[in-house]
């Protein structure tokens, strides 16, 4: 065995930019009460993983739409890792806006989609998915608590406001080449959008690009989704034109 082999290194620096970040700047750590809930007319559901003898103990509060199932806002408190802090906080911003049905189905793949800085790179080191695994498992505890509540057959878009789709395009974007340019559509996909249709088992496909439109197919539950052609195109479109180039048109193909 080598030395290089026993010489392991520091968790912190295997973290994506975006995982320290939210480490470093936690926005949702709190807890609400039943009289908050009742205050606003929601349904509060809480419910905890772990324990602090174990070392990671994780607890979720929402504030449940009780006429949607729309996970209104969700606060938590935890005490272990630090790492724990950060997938609480992603998880967070995953589920707000989105129904208690789709929090239930997050899963490790989308926690990593949406924290990775690079689409090669993970967002964390394989030795952190037994934290992952324990924010999860609160995630669907913290569901059943709703099943009574009736929820939409159709979803909601991404869980993003207009107002925080910001941008004026990729510099230098009409230089490129097209296979550099669908090239980055696709990077900006997997950021801004694929973690949010895959809550609902779907999926997008760039098809092509040409003459300033471009062309993508829906997959999965996508395909027969009411909203592919409202909402959560209207999404893409705002996303692509802010990201890539205010020029750009969204086609679907149904």
Known sequence: MKIKDLILPFAWTEYSQKLKHHIDNPRSMGYFSNEDAQACGLRLAQASSGDIPSGNSVQFFWMVDPTDGIIVDTKYQLF???????????????????????????????????????????????DSLSHCALILETIKKCSTHCLDIPISISYSAPPVTDGSIQGEGFAGFKELKLAEKIDLINQVLDQDVRPYVEMDAGGVEVIGLQNNQVTIAYQGNCTSCFSATGATLSYIQKVIKAKVDPELEVIPTL
Do not use: C, W
Not at 104 to 115: C, E, G, H, T, Y
């Open 80 to 126: 272990g890792e630090a790492i724990l802090v950060g997938l609480a906080e992603a998880i967070s911003i995953l589920i707000v806006g989105k129904n208690y049905d789709q929090a239930a189905r997050l899963d490790v793949a989308v926690m990593d989609q949406f924290l990775r800085d690079h689409n090669e790179t993970p967002a964390f080191p394989s």
